[in-house]
């Protein structure tokens, strides 16, 4: 009897074992895999430690984003929320590198809560500023950002995501004044320099515009999407040996960002280096298989090289996730009439004409489709 009842725990507590051995091993075996296939490692769902204060949290994320990583700040400010879902300090800077994650959704609904949270708070709207912008929602960001400013008229942050909204909303001058009132308040932040850099391409200014990236990526050089906008204008300027190396710079600090691969991407394009644009393109949609304009891109590359039947599925997976380009539209619409599948090209031609009725391909694609 005795010793029945003494082995039987003993029993449990091997089983308990093996069963977190095995467990360990398939999720080492999946990251593996996921690394070899070159997708993103997912998030995982952390387990709060419960020795791990609220603000180590947040200092591991910041010093995660710090330098650069923007993968282990975002699991480092999840586990913050977990701990603590109503702290609006780690609720707005989980929202914050959600946006730069490009996971817009969310990012939009923690800058929310973290307003709910604490609605005197100029940092919780400026944050909110910045996820609805990058959300394509420029008024709610404006809205958001003058909220911001009337709280915190001295908080440098708010003027500058506010200077952005107003660059994406096509008001440069307004975006250029608030963006040199941030450097006023805050000559050292790169953010201010970021969207300075940022108003001053709006306008056109590009030569300025690089000055002020270049400025920014002194004061945070391990933050890749200052290397990607540095070589967009650089670009601009036909600076293209020194903006294919920030390009490279880029996606060697943050490889699973599918918008870099997708600039990458388009400046083979650009030389006709259609190949080489289109593993980029497949590569940002590994990435992020949400990332619509890389399903768009890739179209591109078959429509370029007349492959009409492999460019009809992305243009329509694109347009699907939300794309709505008119270039894309008559693409599409001349990809069917091209295989002389004129009922199908005639809506995409349509709606390339509804938004730009001068649209000469489109019009071409109408007379092509004449009597078909």
Not at 213 to 224: E, K, Q
Request: glycine share 4%; with cysteine.
């Amino acid at each position: 009897m005795y010793l029945r009842t003494t082995a039987r725990p003993k029993r449990r507590k091997l089983l308990g074992v093996l069963i977190a051995l095995v467990a360990a091993y398939v999720a080492v075996g999946t990251l593996y895999l996921a690394r070899e296939q070159g997708a993103a490692p997912a998030l995982m769902p952390p387990t709060p430690t419960p020795s791990e204060s609220l603000e180590q949290r947040i200092a591991k994320g910041d010093k995660a984003f710090a330098s650069g990583n923007l993968l282990q700040a975002e699991e480092a400010f999840q586990r913050a929320v977990l701990a603590a879902p109503n702290s609006d300090l780690a609720l707005s800077r989980y929202a914050m590198v959600l946006t730069y994650r490009r996971k817009f959704d969310e990012a939009v609904k923690h800058a929310r809560r973290a307003v709910d949270a604490d609605p005197r708070s100029a940092q919780n709207y400026a944050v909110l500023t910045l996820a609805l912008d990058w959300s394509n929602k420029a008024d709610e960001a404006i809205t958001a950002g003058e909220t911001a400013i009337q709280l915190g008229p001295e908080y440098a942050d708010a003027y500058a995501y506010l200077s952005e909204a107003y660059a994406d909303k096509n008001r440069p001058d307004r975006a250029l004044e608030l963006a040199r009132k941030a450097v006023e308040l805050s000559g050292e932040s790169w953010l201010a320099h970021r969207n300075l850099g940022y108003a001053y391409e709006s306008l056109g200014r590009y030569k300025n515009a690089i000055e002020e990236y270049r400025r920014a990526i002194d004061l945070f050089p391990n933050f890749s999407l200052l290397y990607l906008r540095l070589a967009l204008n650089l670009r601009l300027t036909r600076a293209y040996a020194e903006a294919d190396a920030m390009l490279t710079k880029a996606s060697e600090l943050d490889p699973y960002n599918a918008e870099i691969h997708d600039t990458i991407g388009r400046a083979f394009y650009d030389q006709a280096k259609y190949g080489e644009a289109a593993k980029r393109f497949r590569r940002a949609i590994e990435v992020d298989p949400t990332y619509a304009l890389g399903y768009a891109h890739l179209g591109w590359t078959y429509y370029a090289q007349r492959q009409y039947e492999e460019a009809i599925p992305n243009f329509e997976e694109a347009i699907k996730r939300g794309v709505t380009t008119t270039e894309f539209y008559y693409e599409l619409g001349l990809s069917y009439a091209f295989l002389d599948q004129c009922d199908k090209a005639r809506p995409w031609l349509d709606k390339a004409l509804a938004q730009e009725p001068d649209s000469e391909p489109a019009l071409q694609g109408k007379i092509l489709c004449e009597g078909k």
